[in-house]
């Protein structure tokens, strides 16, 4: 199946700080990829919707200035969690379509655990 | 409301035993239904996909069932290994393809597997 790659696997920063995390589809291209956040024993919960070459569509409740998305190519969404607080910490993944329109599977990056201290 | 009830939250079984995990959703209009692997700190790992019209699908060692009609939906692993250890997620997409934004998911049942 297709490859999604993030970046880092596991970051701690102090909090205040802002911390970015990298998505990469390695073997196929992406218009569209998904942020989800997930808190321990909780179900993954999309955050937004990141668009390649124009504003990422956020859920509601989830604030676009604290998490700011960047879809700078095909193959690459950012996710920048600015300002980081405690309440941040939190084990986030990104996902990828390989296909537009039809049935689509849903590739999963590995996550990247983030813990503010 | 849409939603995706898994039961049993946890489990543990020994190893070289069966085991089937249940999945109950009120999602509508129903697309398909997914069954991820979710090994702990990693993402999720697909492992069937069936859409209203597939009651069973086989992936190895693992045998997902699907009832449409009473929104209910299985997940049999057989003969279990170590490495079954991990967090089974229940998905339910309510549009053909589409976007993401539209998948909704269970909390997972944590199974765990003894020597």
């Known amino acids: 199946g297709a490859v999604v790659s993030q970046h880092p696997s596991w970051v701690i920063c102090k909090s205040g700080t802002s911390v970015k995390i990298e998505c990469r589809s390695l073997?196929?291209?992406?218009?569209?990829m998904f942020w989800y956040r997930q808190f321990p024993k909780q179900s993954l919960m999309l955050m937004a919707t990141?668009?390649?070459?124009?504003?990422?569509?956020?859920e509601q409740g989830v604030e676009k200035d604290k998490f700011l998305i960047n879809h700078a190519s095909l193959t690459l969404s950012t996710l920048t969690v600015t300002s980081a607080h405690p309440e941040d910490s939190s084990f986030y993944i990104c996902?990828?379509?390989?296909?537009?329109?039809?049935?689509?599977?849903?590739?999963f990056g590995q996550g990247t655990r983030l813990t503010v201290v | 409301k849409n939603q995706v009830e898994q039961s049993p939250q946890s489990l543990i079984i020994l190893e070289g035993k069966n085991c089937t995990l249940q999945?109950?959703?009120?999602?509508?209009?129903?697309?398909?239904l997914r069954w991820y692997k979710q090994d702990t700190g990693r993402g999720p790992v697909s492992l069937t996909i069936?859409?209203?019209?597939?009651n069973t699908k086989s992936n190895g060692r693992y045998t997902a069932t699907l009832d449409a009609d009473t929104k209910q939906s299985s997940l049999h692993i057989t003969a279990s290994q170590l490495s079954d250890s991990a967090s089974y997620i229940c998905?339910?997409?309510?549009?053909?393809?589409?976007?993401?934004?539209?998948?909704?998911f269970g909390k997972g049942t944590k199974l765990s597997v003894k020597p």
């Open positions: 073997d196929f291209q992406a218009t569209t």
């Open positions: 998905v339910v997409s309510r549009f053909y393809g589409g976007s993401q934004g539209n998948l909704i």
């Open positions: 996902s990828a379509p390989p296909g537009q329109g039809g049935f689509t599977e849903a590739f």
């Open positions: 069936m859409t209203f019209s597939e």
């Open positions: 990141s668009n390649e070459g124009s504003k990422a569509t956020y």
């Open positions: 999945c109950n959703y009120t999602v509508s209009p129903f697309s398909n």
